[in-house]
T-cell receptor
């Protein structure tokens, strides 16, 4: 079965500071990977997705970026955080079986102050 | 891209059956319908998935009419621990571009009362 490791669980960063969130996946190969963000009391917003190493697609233009240096590693970054970047960040992977399901990590609660 | 519409919130009492309906008028031929449950400060958890008619597992049932423009998640005999946000997701699990279609709607906040 698939396991998603996401860290850190909680992060407090000042405005203008850089960001790096890492997600690694076990138990699958060549997965589709996703970064979602959830603002307080809101639904999930798809930020980035990747279908393979070095392949990144952005759903929402913003000051965030993503990279996939290895098959099972997905990184979310920012050079300068904004207050509006605060939220709950979730990494997810989709199975490559016929009935595709999303499996989520435990998430990172980011507060930009 | 199929858009989904769900009620913002629902209240129920313990022991009752709860039905949450999702509208997806623009669902495509290859799209499956998937429901997720999310508790506060946790990632969504897969509940059930279906393509047509009825699907049942140990947690819930999913009813999909013939036109597939809506679906209903049915939770039998809910308990307080079923209080959560429930999301309906429509997407194609087969095509290589399926990643673009795994977009969540606003979800339904289900509150189970004692």
């Amino acid at each position: 079965s698939q396991t998603i490791h996401q860290w850190p669980a909680t992060l407090v960063q000042p405005v203008g500071s850089p960001l790096s969130l890492e997600c690694t996946v076990e138990g699958t190969s060549n997965p589709n990977l996703y970064w979602y963000r959830q603002a307080a009391g809101r639904g999930l917003q798809l930020l980035f997705y990747s279908v393979g190493i070095g392949q990144i697609s952005s759903e929402v233009p913003q000051n965030l970026s993503a990279s996939r240096p290895q098959d099972r590693q997905f990184i979310l970054s920012s050079k300068k955080l904004l207050l509006s970047d605060s939220g709950f960040y979730l990494c997810a992977t989709a199975s490559d079986s016929y009935n595709e399901k999303l499996f989520f990590g435990s998430g990172t609660q980011l507060s930009v102050l | 891209l199929a858009k989904t519409t769900q009620p913002i919130s629902m209240d129920s009492y313990e022991g009752q059956e709860v039905n949450i309906t999702c509208s997806h008028n623009n669902i495509a031929t290859n799209d499956y319908i998937t429901w997720y449950q999310q508790f506060p400060s946790q990632g969504p958890r897969f509940i059930i998935q279906g393509y047509k008619t009825k699907v049942t597992n140990e947690v819930a049932s999913l009813f999909i009419p013939a036109d597939r423009k809506s679906s209903t998640l049915s939770l039998p005999r809910v308990s307080l621990s079923d209080t959560a946000v429930y999301y309906c997701l429509v997407g194609d699990p087969i095509s290589s571009g399926s990643a673009r279609q795994l977009t969540f709607g606003s979800g339904t906040q289900l509150t189970v009362l004692p």
